[in-house]
C-alpha cells in the first residue's frame, strides 16, 4: 500500500510539475526571438522600388550568418518618395528600439541621425558624408554613424560624355536635378565644368514631385536639347519608369545613374553597381552586429560601376550604338 501511494505521489508531483512548466516554453521562445537582433530599414522609396536592392542587402547578411526571420528581424519603414515622412519614420524606429537603421539615401541618413546619436546607423550614399555633415572624417567617421558611398557624384561627368557619345550632334544637353536634394548645386557645378570641355551648352531643369516632369521636358523640347542626363537622386530612382517613358515620348535620349531607369526602358544608365553598394551595407550592418562599433569603421566606397545599354530604345529613338561603345557596356537589353 505505502509503495503505491508512494508512486501515486510521485506521479502526481511530476505531473504538477509538467503542468506548471508547460506555460514556460512560449515565454521562453518569446523570449529568445525578442533577444534578436532587429535592424531598421528606414528608406526613401517603395518596397517594389527597392526590393532588387534589399536583395543585394540581404545577401550580404547571408554572408555574415545573418538570415532574416531566423536569427534576426527586419522592419520596414517606407517613405515612398515623399521626403518629409522620413523623420516621423526615423523616429518610429528609435522608439522601437531597433539594434541598427539602415538608412539608403541622403534624405533617410540624415533623418536617422537627427533622429538618434546612440543606435548605430549604416548610409549608402552618392554623396560626400562629410561635406552633409554625417561623419567627421572618412576614416574616423566618430558619433554612430557609418556607411557605404558610391561614385555617381564623381561619374557624373562620365555620364554627360556618354551621352554625347551616343548624341554627337547635340549642341545643349539638359540634365535633371532634383533642388531638395542637398547636392544638387555639386551636381550642377561639376556638370558645367564637364559640359564647357566637351564645348556643349548645359541646361539644368529641376523637378522635385511627378508633376514637374511634364514641364520639364516640354522645356527640353523648346530648347532642342539634344540629350538629358538624370542627376542621382532617389527620387528620380522612384520614378525610373515614368521618366523613361517621358524621355522615349519626347524622343530625348537619356542616361541615369542606376540601372532601373534602363530596366524600365530608359536608353542608358551608368554609375556604381546596386548589388556591390547594397551587399556592402549588408556587410557593413552585421559587423555591427558583432559588435564593431561605427565611431572605428571607416566609411567604404563602393567601386565597382555598370554601364547598361537598351538596343531597343536606343531603336526607337533612332540611335545608332558605336560598336565600341557597346563593347564596353557591362549589359545589353535588347
Known sequence: MFDIRRRDFITLIGGAAATCAAPAWPLAARAQQAAMPVIGWLAAETPEAEDFRLAAFRRGLKEAGYLEGQNLTIEYRWAEGRYNRLPSLAADLVRRQVTVIAAPGNAAALAAKAATSTIPIVFQLASDP???????????????????????????????????????????????????????????????????????ELHIVHAASEHDFDLVFATLVKLRAGALVIGPDTFFTIQSRQLGAL????????????????????????????????????????????????????????????????????????LDVPPTLLARADEVIE
Open 130 to 200: 562629410v561635406r552633409l555633415g554625417l561623419v567627421a572624417s572618412l576614416n574616423r567617421p566618430g558619433g554612430n554613424i557609418t556607411g557605404i558611398t558610391s561614385l555617381n557624384l564623381e561619374v557624373g561627368p562620365k555620364k554627360l560624355e556618354l551621352v554625347h557619345e551616343l548624341a554627337p550632334n547635340a549642341v545643349l544637353i539638359g540634365m535633371l536635378v532634383n533642388p531638395n536634394n542637398p547636392e544638387a548645386q555639386a551636381q550642377s557645378r561639376d556638370a558645367q565644368v564637364a559640359s564647357r570641355k566637351l564645348g556643349v
Open 247 to 318: 524621355a522615349l515620348r519626347y524622343a530625348v535620349p537619356a542616361v541615369a545613374p542606376y540601372r532601373e531607369f534602363t530596366v524600365a526602358g530608359g536608353l542608358m544608365s551608368y554609375g556604381t553597381s546596386i548589388a556591390d553598394m547594397y551587399r556592402l551595407v549588408g556587410d557593413f550592418t552585421s559587423r555591427i552586429l558583432k559588435g564593431e562599433k561605427p565611431a572605428d569603421l571607416p566609411v567604404q566606397q563602393a567601386v565597382k560601376l555598370e554601364l547598361i545599354i537598351n538596343l531597343k530604345t536606343a531603336k526607337a529613338l533612332g
